[in-house]
């Protein structure tokens, strides 16, 4: 099995560029399968969930054919319905092809997704939205059965401003007859992003970003190219990154404007960046004030980068609370953090972050995709070398991690 193995305490320099959106790329790949024609997507980052996808697609009929950062999709011709359980149980993400499967087949069946390592994480919104785009929702020996005699536009409102739920009812609606209106939809970078595609294609889709996104339905979607936006939550990794174990770093291909929530707070702490060009150059030396963290729904602090957070606050100087709202179970790293000397205590849904001097190294395991960047910046700043089993979850959304950390000076290594 493969661990990284980190030796902490250098100071990074140089430049690292950040990869195109995981969390962009995989629904706007599930939205090429409302085209029939061919799509040209850039800057789509090589990790193991896009590879994922590319297979759920291509088990659809789709081609796909990635060259460098280039991925170019044909969805010609949509000759299955039904997304295979094994490629669907490896990837929850997997469920977006719900809806562009259902706006341009009239019926999917891909298998219920379950929990995962963070919560039992239910997909009642996205069925609730499909339903009253007017399609019948079956439960049929684990898989879902979805299927519809044509959709119709609707307004729908949603509970929760769920990301994924938005998701697959933009791509249902985007070729529905008529109008939707989603209300209390998700606003993060991703849908913006989603939109934009759409848009690019031929669909009409306007609001995305705020809290109404208003949707014509549109018959045939046409040939295109998009560069996805980069990844503001692998950005915000590497800041941490930076921040906790010192060095000059200029962080590049990022939107600031998708970070603003992360930068107020490691403002706070006391970290100094500043824009430079399309990149945020970082210096520090790694000791910082605790600040409390709330994780909310964009723009408010995502929850995506509370594991970091936490593992780089483990040594600034008071104490820190971290309260966790979207995810039921996101501690996970808790118990490994503290396994390397970090001194917090989890209450219900919150975690008291008591900051400690210095980190110890400890041989860990990652849980989940967070938890792996966490337990590589809590390595990066300890004394001595840490082992990370469990980097499969690391490889599903940070590109290359060990090489761009090595070349900016990090002592990190790939172990088989
Ligand atoms: C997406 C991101 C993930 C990020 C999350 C929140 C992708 C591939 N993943 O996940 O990295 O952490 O947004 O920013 O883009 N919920 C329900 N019912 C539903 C849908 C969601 O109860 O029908 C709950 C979930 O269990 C969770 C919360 O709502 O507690 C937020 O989930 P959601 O916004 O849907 O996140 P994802 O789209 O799964």
Same mark, same amino acid.
């Given at each position: 099995m493969s661990k990284f193995s980190i030796t902490g305490g250098k100071s990074l320099e140089g430049t690292i560029t950040v990869s195109g959106a995981k969390n962009a790329v995989l629904p706007i790949i599930a939205a090429s399968l409302l085209c029939a024609e061919p799509i040209q997507l850039d800057d789509a980052p090589d990790l193991l969930d896009v590879n994922v996808m590319n297979q759920v697609i291509s088990a659809l009929g789709a081609t796909v054919e990635r060259n460098g950062s280039t991925l170019k999709i044909h969805a010609h011709e949509i000759d299955c319905i039904e997304a295979p359980y094994d490629l669907v149980s490896q990837m929850r993400a997997s469920i977006v092809t719900m809806g562009p499967l259902l706006a341009r087949k009239g019926h999917v069946r891909i298998s219920h997704p379950g929990g995962c390592a963070i919560g039992s994480r239910p997909i009642n919104w996205h069925l609730k939205g499909l339903e009253a785009l007017g399609a019948e929702v079956k439960m049929d020996h684990g898989f879902l059965d979805v299927s519809s005699k044509g959709l119709r536009g609707a307004r729908i409102y949603l509970d929760y401003p769920s990301v994924g739920a938005t998701e697959n009812i933009m791509m249902a609606a985007a070729m529905a007859h008529g109008t939707t209106l989603i209300e209390n939809a998700a606003q993060e970078p991703e849908i913006v992003d989603l939109a934009t595609f759409l848009n690019e294609m031929g669909g009409?889709?306007?609001? %995305?970003?705020?809290?109404?996104?208003?949707?014509?339905?549109?018959?045939?979607?046409? @040939?295109? @190219?998009? *560069?996805?936006?980069?990844?503001?939550?692998?950005?915000?990794?590497?800041?941490? $990154? &930076?921040?906790? *174990?010192?060095? =000059?770093?200029?962080?590049?291909? &990022?939107?600031?404007?998708?970070?603003?929530?992360?930068? %107020?707070?490691?403002?706070? %702490?006391?970290?100094?960046?500043?824009?430079?060009?399309?990149? $945020?150059?970082?210096?520090? =030396?790694? &000791?910082?004030?605790?600040? =409390?963290?709330?994780?909310?729904v964009h723009p408010g602090f995502p929850t995506d980068l509370q594991a970091p957070f936490m593992a780089f606050l483990t040594r600034a100087n008071g104490t820190g609370l971290f309260t966790e709202t979207v995810f039921e179970n996101r501690f996970m790293h808790v118990d490994e953090l503290k396994r390397m000397g970090a001194d917090i205590k989890i209450e219900g849904r919150s975690a008291i972050v008591q900051g400690i001097q210095r980190l110890n190294a400890a041989p860990v395991t990652a849980t989940d995709l967070r938890a792996g960047a966490a337990l590589i910046l809590a390595a990066l700043t300890a004394e001595g070398t840490t082992a990370i089993r469990g980097i499969h979850h690391i490889d599903r959304g940070y590109e290359k991690v060990e090489e761009k950390l090595s070349r900016i000076g990090a002592d990190i290594v790939r172990e088989d």
């Open positions: 009409k889709v306007r609001g %995305a970003g705020t809290s109404i996104i208003h949707i014509e339905g549109v018959r045939e979607f046409h @040939s295109t @190219s998009h *560069t996805v936006i980069p990844d503001r939550i692998e950005a915000g990794s590497y800041l941490l $990154i &930076v921040a906790a *174990t010192g060095g =000059d770093v200029l962080v590049q291909n &990022v939107i600031a404007d998708h970070l603003k929530p992360l930068i %107020a707070k490691m403002e706070e %702490a006391g970290v100094r960046m500043i824009e430079e060009g399309d990149g $945020i150059r970082i210096s520090g =030396d790694g &000791v910082y004030n605790a600040v =409390d963290i709330k994780t909310q």
